[in-house]
């Protein structure tokens, strides 16, 4: 069972960077009608959306707020041990985009740095390589980067995702502490429903052909091809309502604590409908999830640091806070962390 614990390891710092682009879910697509729009947005609770220019990718906004993040803590560069990119929407097929943001970093060559290629779980199983890799005994600062242009993968005349996905990218420092910090972490797995979110098309099992880049009529009146996104709403409702909340109720059980006892949950943003149904369910203070995703939609795995970077500074600088994440989705997986953070710094966002 995969379930992991942790003493005098802490999340030490996070920032994060969207693009200056804002988009209006209300006047995005002629796909949708404007009472078909306004339905969407009163369901999802996903007003508004960050979108990158074509040449701009997940990478470069990661690098934006790891520069920020390195810089605001004094850290040198020499010192961090190591580096994880989590993201779906990686620069190239080769090589690893985790291995250029070591040499655009000016990181040193004795950085390890890989790929994760994770989705909507991608931080929870980030967090879990980083305080294990933590747990070495000259490995003491690990920069785990979230990063996503979801843009990119889904069309406007898909009429169960365009309104959804948002691009960010985020830096979140790993180190070494002298405080106890039990930190609780639990990690899920189910492949059997793999199909609910999947891009069916462009990989080795399917390679990109004539056939895979043709825009199809479905039969729920969208229009994409085999190489974007896809996603079966009804299973990915199922999933969040059972298994998630059933990850999150364990969780606060084996860490011997209380829901009351919590400052803040923050979720994985699919959508509010499936947040505020769990967070119901599981009796959880709605005054303590805390959301970004009204401002940025769902960002995959790269929504819960940014819910954290963009919601929750100033209150966490400077302060101890316990906390609880869950992030949840595509493969499917899953997993959720309970730790505290103490004078976490906390980076203003950046708009680039």
Known sequence: MAELYWENIEIAGMAGAVSERIIDNLNYSDFFTEKEAKAVVKVTGIAQRRFVDEETCASDLCYAAADRLISMMKMERSKIDALIFTCLTPDYRMPATGIILQHRLGLPKTTLAFDLPLGCSGYMYGLSIAFNLCNQPHINHVLLLNGETKSKTYPKTDKATSLLFGDGGTATLIRKTDRANPTYLSLHSDGSRWRAIQMPGGGYRNPTSL??????????????????????????????????????????????????????????????????????????????????????????????????????????????????????????????????????????????
């Not at 604590?257 to 967070?279: G, L, M, R, S, V």
């Open 211 to 352: 056939k895979t880049l043709k825009m199809r009529k479905r039969e729920d009146g969208s229009i994409r091809s085999d190489e974007h996104g896809a996603m079966d709403g009804a299973a990915v409702f199922n999933f969040s309502i059972t298994d998630v909340p059933l990850d999150i109720k364990n969780s606060v059980k084996r860490a011997q604590a209380t829901f009351d006892e919590f400052d803040y949950f923050i979720f994985h943003q699919p959508n509010k409908f499936i947040t505020d149904h769990f967070t119901r369910k599981l009796k959880i203070p709605r005054d303590k999830v805390i959301y970004s995703l009204h401002r940025f939609g769902n960002t995959a795995s790269v929504s819960i640091p940014l819910t954290v970077v963009s919601e929750l500074n100033p209150q966490l600088n400077g302060t101890q806070k316990k906390i609880l994440m869950s992030g949840f989705g595509v493969g499917l997986s899953w997993g959720t962390l309970v730790t505290e953070l103490d004078n976490c710094t906390i980076c203003e966002l950046l708009e680039i």
